[in-house]
């Protein structure tokens, strides 16, 4: 893409872990770390709690990127949430990017509790990232408020189509 | 028909002894009934035989497409009413019998397993008779299979059968065509395709694996995947249900085949098989023993995509 995106502001919602990131997250907060303020962090209690519906979720209701983090390896507060998170992840990057989404868009890290510098670095480059792919506008055209099924939106009930409950 | 080689013959061998060995069990009621293919007026279909007399209907050849593995599937429970099962299989469905197993979703008990030697089966099976093999017509799922001699099962009929011919187009190269394709063209071809999809949920119907009592589709509370059938839920729906048969799905196509929009499941699929074979060096099988790559993991997992 050679077209510049200075002017946009990407939206990225952030899944992250409880123990390990959430905590890095804070620390990076506390330690007063500037970074870019267009990440929205969900938190859960293990990078195991995931489902790649989600990060369907995510793009439907209008993120242009998405970041998953959790504990290193070896460190999970529950042993192996993880290692099972790894495996959903790398199928669920695989196949998006064999559908056509980049995988810029999908930024997987792991970040401990003591590294708020390099949760840091994580949002910064996925900001920039999805700064320079610019919006997300594919998976936007997709919903019903769209194009030709817009007729589809006057029968559909308020709440279902992207307005929050 | 002459001009046939003799190993490309419609009708397999074995049929005798598949209507006899099922004879011979509903006689001695070690099975209530016998699932096995009919020749009907649009081609071959599944048939239910419980009466011994009944059993002369039983046929197999190239059309014989069908995984009745779907009838195990205990979402299915008035097939299980029916009482013990005899079910006929060829060496691709004992995958799903396998796949059934391995999450214990059946008990290798309830079912008696009539395995037949198989050397393809045709990708148009509705036709009034069987015809031969050939790269045009040979269903492209049948290239490389690896389970002509089933070990999976009770009894085992027919002589062991050549390979089936290579297809004109692979999947794999349907696949690899689709990657080489740039990123946005392969956005389009797949919304494309998605956005056909009327939702009716065939896929998920005749899928031998897809097990859930309570479909994700169907939850709507939380909503997670939009019911209408516009192209953001279609998405959502067929990257979901995909998803949910990584390392699980055996290949056998039926989901594409009950499509009645046409979309094309099995390139979905296919890659996924390809992911899980690249990244975890999996291959689904017929062993029940073998853990899916999705709920096991090594902890020396690939991890180059993250950070």
């Known amino acids: 893409m050679t077209e510049t995106h200075d002017d946009f502001e990407p939206r990225i919602t952030a899944f992250v872990c409880n123990w390990c990131t959430y905590t890095g997250a804070d620390l990076a907060g506390t330690s007063r770390l500037h970074m870019a303020s267009n990440v929205r962090i969900i938190r859960l209690p293990c990078t195991g709690r995931m489902d790649p519906l989600f990060f369907l979720k995510a793009f439907e209701r209008g993120a242009d990127g998405i970041i998953v983090s959790g504990c290193h390896p070896a460190d999970c507060h529950y042993t192996s949430g993880n290692y099972h998170a790894r495996r959903r992840f790398a199928v669920f990057h695989d196949l998006m990017e064999f559908i056509g989404v980049d995988p810029r868009r999908m930024t997987f890290s792991w970040v401990s509790a003591s590294e708020g510098a390099k949760w840091r670095d994580v949002v910064d480059e996925a900001v920039a990232n999805v700064r320079a792919l610019g919006p997300f506008d594919a998976y936007r055209a997709l919903t019903p408020e769209s194009g030709e099924t817009a007729a589809a939106r006057e029968t559909t009930p308020a709440g279902v189509d992207g307005d929050a409950p | ?307």
């Open chain 2, 1 to 307: 028909m002459t001009g046939i080689a003799a190993d490309a013959v419609p009708v397999y061998t074995g049929v005798a002894d598949m209507r006899r060995i099922a004879r011979e069990l509903l006689e001695a009621g070690d099975v209530r009934v016998i699932i096995g293919w009919e020749s009907g007026p649009r081609g071959a279909r599944p048939v239910f035989v419980t009466d011994p007399a009944d059993t002369d209907k039983l046929i197999f050849d190239t059309r014989c497409v069908h995984n009745l593995v779907t009838y195990l599937n205990p979402r299915r429970d008035h097939v299980a009413e029916l009482g013990k099962i005899g079910l006929v299989v060829k060496g691709c469905d004992t995958k799903a019998v396998a796949g059934l197993l391995r999450e214990s979703q059946v008990r290798r008990d309830d079912v008696v397993l009539i395995g037949v030697r198989c050397g393809g089966v045709l990708e148009e099976n509705e036709i009034p008779a069987a015809v031969a093999l050939t790269p045009e017509n040979v269903a492209p799922r049948c290239y490389g299979c690896d389970v002509r001699e089933p070990t999976l099962v009770d009894h085992l009929v027919g002589e062991p059968q050549p390979e089936p011919p290579r297809p004109v187009t692979t999947i794999d190269e349907r696949v690899a065509a689709l990657e080489d394709m740039p990123l946005e063209e392969r956005w389009a071809f797949w919304t494309d395709q998605f956005s056909n999809c009327v939702r009716c949920y065939a896929c998920r119907q005749v899928c031998p694996m897809c097990v859930c009592e309570s479909c994700i589709v169907e939850k709507s509370q939380p909503q997670w995947i939009e019911p209408a059938a516009h192209p953001r839920g279609n998405l959502s729906w067929n990257v979901t249900r995909a998803l949910h048969l990584a390392g699980r799905c055996i290949d056998c196509g039926e989901c594409e085949r009950f499509c009645p929009v046409g979309i094309p499941l099995t390139l979905v699929n296919r890659k996924l098989q390809q992911i899980v074979a690249d990244r975890y060096d999996y291959k689904v099988s017929d062993d029940p023993e073998n853990p899916t790559p999705i709920g096991d993991y090594r902890l020396d997992d690939q991890q180059e995509f993250i950070k």
